[in-house]
C-alpha cells in the first residue's frame, strides 16, 4: 500500500514563491503516476500537474504553464512541485495523488483515474 505525504505549504505574498512536496512511502516511487490537484472552497478538485514514472514526462495544467514545474527525486522518493510568481487565485488546497501506472496516461486530469491520495497542505498567497 503506498502512502503520500505532502509538505511545504503555507502563506505567501502574491509573486512569491513555494515548494511543496510529495513523499512516497510503501512502493518505489517508479512504479507510479504522480500528479498534483488542489481545491479552492466550494470548487470542485482541479489538476495542476503530473509526471510520468520515470520523470521523463510531465504536463500542467494551462493556467501553471509557465509559473509551476512539476519534478521528482527517485533518491527520495519525493515529488516536487516548484510554484513560482503566486497569484491569490492559486490559494487552495494541494493533494497529490499516485496512479498505479508507469505513464501518465490518458484522463489524467480526472481525479478518478488516481488510487491513492495524501491529506493536502494549504497554500494561501495574500494579494
Known amino acids: 500500500q503506498v502512502q503520500l505525504v505532502e509538505s511545504g505549504g503555507g502563506l505567501v505574498q502574491a509573486g512569491g514563491s513555494l515548494r511543496l512536496a510529495c513523499g512516497v512511502s510503501?512502493?518505489?516511487?517508479?512504479?507510479?503516476?504522480i500528479a498534483w490537484f488542489r481545491q479552492a472552497p466550494g470548487a470542485a478538485r482541479e489538476f495542476v500537474a503530473a509526471?510520468?514514472?520515470?520523470?521523463?514526462?510531465?504536463t500542467n495544467e494551462d493556467s501553471v504553464k509557465d509559473r509551476f514545474t512539476i519534478s521528482r527525486d527517485s533518491a527520495k522518493n519525493t515529488v516536487y512541485l516548484q510554484m513560482n510568481s503566486l497569484k491569490p487565485e492559486d490559494t487552495a488546497v494541494y493533494y497529490c495523488?499516485?496512479?498505479?501506472?508507469?505513464?501518465?496516461?490518458?484522463?489524467?486530469?480526472?481525479?478518478?483515474?488516481?488510487?491513492?491520495w495524501g491529506q493536502g497542505t494549504q497554500v494561501t498567497v495574500s494579494s
Open positions: 509526471i510520468s514514472g520515470s520523470g521523463g514526462s510531465t
Open positions: 495523488a499516485a496512479r498505479n501506472s508507469y505513464y501518465i496516461g490518458s484522463n489524467y486530469d480526472s481525479p478518478a483515474q488516481y488510487d491513492c
Open positions: 510503501g512502493r518505489t516511487l517508479s512504479r507510479f503516476a
